[in-house]
């Protein structure tokens, strides 16, 4: 894999669509990618995040992203400040899923640390994955691809397959990454559970439930656990913002993209977050998609989600198999025929664990969709409140429901259930 | 508390008892704890440990130890390097825990990064405290100054105590502990398991019980499941290697000593070190000790095993309830009956968890001192080969009942009544 090319910059300063090409001449990778004089480049400032500028870059022979990090939120303003090193931490994470699974991450040109950028391909023409889904697009290798980029990137930053000392060398940066994991800790697993004033929700129709959510002390309390895992088990190289918003699509293909938030922490919480959001576009399509049609879409997408768990661990057992290079479960340990056999109950125990927790990460990240800050745009796009909330409660009885059941569930097959039970 | 004094060395040199008086003079407080003219200070090399030059040197005035790393393991010889960094991570540790628990680890004067020493309180007239159980020596504040330790050290680093911020940050500093933490992987959860030329046991007495050992598929992939826990779970900044030779003791102190495996890991770990060294020294002297005295000894130190372990988990949960300032369990979730009632309820299965995981960690420590590279003198110092075998064979089928039937002990008692069952 080639490294990408480091940009020297003396301080931070933003760019802007005056500034950038002088800045992206200098490095050869994106000047030969572009093609042409830099006065020929068009240059676009697209940023509709909350965090950073974004700007698409066009030559005569082809297109970058440049992504540069603001120093606050950009949500909520300059009263948010937010450290430049994310842009840093997105940079790195990028790196290590390239190693780990190259053809399902963008590819990185440039990496410049002060100047808090980095530039990569211009994926086109990919749209992000959730506005896929609003508009009801089946994407055939979708399911295939997210479960891939899961096990891949998961797995192989794991001790089940880097030799811990590059795993402690790995972490050993992440640890810096220690404001983004700070707003999880704070949006998903805190904020939605007591009163706080970034929290929203669809007022008055979801006030009650709003409230029984912050008095639910069995729920906050299994909550709580979760943030534990969240905070101490540091499993792999985790996304740790695998929203559908986070997938860049084509019919064909599929990218994830805007890992600034990656750290090492537990794998449940990637898995965990693709589903609530998938579970989220269903449930969504199911109270507002246009009767036959989108129930039946609603169907591709329940379909889609248990896909993308079967494959990921068909996957990841199987990277086991052939690929178990790390410190934990030394392979040699288990080379004859009892080995084998109580190495798979382990891994069973493990597939089983692993389970329970995406299931409770996923029903965190519904939640805070609906009672927390940031929400989701599958629900924000139905106009009327009185509809909006119908979806929400679902959402929130569903989420609910997979963070208590979590140890109970078994299987996919259980989710589809409780689907059932609650999206009537 | 005050922060030990920084040494400028500008380059690693191993000290002798020449050149450490002018050492030693340049460091206000241990200039001011000798008393005196450096050239009154006597300087005495005392290290029988395996990894580390040790010198007392007294003035005047008092003592001070000073103690450095060596580049390789002095145990085996030049042939196996050791990073000197290891120094450094002592002085972090005994930083930490001076800051959790004070009265419990030795002052430490001054750190000496590259030189790769540690200027400490000269602990006299304490001994090693597997040496005061080798000479069946009752101790009345052991397990109150033991389960103390335990607790204040392991809690308040932790993320129920820690704001993420700084937990983050300690546990970056202690990624790059990465050889020691290796050492560990290796001789306590792997080599007693398979071939390995550092290996060794009482031949022929326990070379079919090795053999069986490495051909337990079972408890093969269990030792493995903690070895996993070991280097995934950064719960705590545990001390690494509290066996009863990292303690120092009088008839009425005790400090825990030599942190230098100290990395973020599971809790248990530590605790799990100290119950498998007391039941080993149990064990031992009910094989080898004076008839009646010897059992009324034996009874004694398991007593202390206990009270370790019931005294660390009152004190652990008192902590939880009076200084729940971290991240985790965010305290102000839980602050009415119902939520009181609801934390309770997880604390009692963390609880229960971390009881397990000490029960599983004390048994990988008895097995590795069996049938692996280091040994403990409580056992090495029975000469008779038969009767030291009887002893080991005992250690070792305790050991592998708590790591096979950990997760069905429900206390303290059921460890009590498996010792009563083995050791007959």
């Known amino acids: 894999m080639e490294e990408p090319f ?7 300063r933003p760019l802007n669509e005056e500034s950038l090409a ?20 068009r240059v676009k400032e697209v940023g509709d995040g909350n965090l950073n500028l974004v700007f698409i870059v066009e030559g005569p022979a082809g297109g970058v992203v440049v992504k540069q990090a603001l120093p606050y939120l950009r949500l909520v303003g300059e009263s948010w400040p937010l450290a430049l090193e994310r842009s840093y931490f997105e940079s790195l994470a990028l790196t290590e899923q390239a190693r780990a699974t190259p053809d399902l991450v963008p590819r990185l040109f440039a990496t410049d640390r002060v100047g808090a950028a980095i530039v990569m391909e211009y994926l086109q023409p990919h749209i ?3 506005k896929a889904l609003m508009q009801g697009r089946k994407l055939e290798n979708l399911a295939e691809h997210l479960s891939t980029f899961l096990a891949e990137s998961l797995f192989k930053t794991s001790d089940l397959y880097l030799p811990a000392d590059r795993k ?15 707003i999880t800790e704070d949006l998903v697993f ?6 706080s004033a970034g929290n929203r929700w669809t007022s008055p129709q979801l006030d009650d439930t709003a409230a029984a959510f912050r008095a639910d002390a069995p729920l906050k309390a299994e909550v709580q656990a979760l943030k534990l895992k969240f905070l101490t088990n540091a499993e792999a190289l985790v996304h740790g913002d695998l929203h559908t918003g986070s997938i860049m699509v084509t019919e064909l293909e599929t990218r994830a993209i805007d890992p600034e938030f990656a750290f090492f922490g537990p794998m449940g919480f990637d898995a965990g977050a ?5 579970l989220i576009a269903a449930i969504a399509h199911g109270v507002h998609g246009q009767g036959e ?15 993308v768990w079967t494959g990921f661990t068909t996957k990841f057992r199987a990277l086991w198999e052939t690929e178990a290079t790390g410190d934990a479960f030394t392979a040699e340990l288990f ?11 382990q891994q069973d125990r493990y597939m089983a664990n692993l389970f329970a927790d995406m299931l409770g990460f996923a029903g965190c990240k519904m939640i805070r969709r609906i009672l927390g800050l940031a929400h989701v745009e599958d629900l924000e796009s139905i106009a009327d409140p009185d509809i909006r909330a119908v979806a929400e409660h679902k959402v929130l009885a569903l989420g609910r429901r997979l963070i208590l059941s979590r140890n109970a569930m078994t299987g996919f097959n259980d989710v589809l259930h409780a689907v059932e039970e609650i999206d009537i």
Request: charged share 20%; glycine share 8%; aromatic share 8%.
């Open 190 to 195: 805190t904020d939605p559970y007591r009163i």
């Open 22 to 41: 002088t800045y992206l001449a200098a490095i050869p990778s994106v000047a030969v990618t572009l093609g042409g004089e830099p006065a020929a480049w």
């Open 128 to 130: 992000i994955l959730r």
């Open 335 to 345: 080379a004859d025929a009892a080995g084998r056999a109580a190495l798979s109950e």
């Open 274 to 278: 693709l589903i609530a959001n998938l």
């Open 168 to 182: 402690k060398t790995l972490m050993q940066e992440f640890c810096g990454n220690i404001e983004l994991c700070k």
């Open 293 to 307: 049609l989108g129930d039946a879409y609603r169907t591709w997408i329940l379909d889609q989600a248990e896909l």
């Open 6 to 12: 480091r940009v020297q910059t003396g301080q931070y």
